[in-house]
């Protein structure tokens, strides 16, 4: 017999989650700020509309996970594994994110400001009409991802490699002087 977690909507802050299996687990619009997921199974987890803010989620897996309008404001998701994705409209303002996967993932309105994606992973992903305002893409792949009418003028980072390696088109922005 499989259990689903269902937890929507609770209030539950500061909590530890830390290497369990919580696959297909119901968690849209709970608060989990501060609370402890490394390691975690969270494959088709629903999360939409819930507040991450400087939760630990490192090496965390949440493939097909739905993160639709989620807040993860400061959270530590280095090593973390997003493939295929839905983290459209999600703040992820002054994340950690270095060396995370992000394959075939939506961050279509997703908010990076200030977030470190070195080293992350690309391939495919969805950034369309993105702002990458202080955000680091030092070493990140971005292979046929789409940038097309992101904002990358204060990006970090940033090199002429990653951008020929993603689509782009005429409403793209970049940085001046965008090195090889």
Do not use: C, Y
């Amino acid at each position: 017999m499989s259990v689903v977690l269902n937890l929507a909507g609770a209030k539950i802050p500061g909590t530890e989650w830390r290497r369990v299996n919580l696959n297909n687990a119901k968690l849209a619009g709970t608060n989990f700020s501060r609370s402890n997921f490394e390691g975690t199974a969270l494959n088709n987890a629903d999360f939409r509309g819930a507040v991450l803010d400087n939760a630990n989620l490192e090496s965390a897996v949440l493939n097909n996970a739905e993160l639709q309008g989620a807040s993860l404001r400061g959270a530590k998701l280095n090593h973390a594994v997003f493939n295929n994705a839905d983290l459209r409209e999600a703040d992820l303002s002054n994340a950690r994110l270095v060396s995370a996967v992000f394959n075939n993932a939506e961050l279509i309105g997703a908010i990076l400001d200030g977030a470190d994606l070195t080293g992350a992973v690309f391939n495919n992903a969805e950034f369309d009409g993105v702002v990458f305002s202080g955000t680091v893409l030092s070493k990140a792949i971005m292979n046929n991802a789409s940038l097309k009418g992101a904002d990358l003028r204060k990006a970090i980072g940033l090199t002429k490699t990653q951008v020929n390696s993603a689509r782009t088109d005429e409403t793209t922005l970049l940085p001046e002087g965008l090195l090889e």
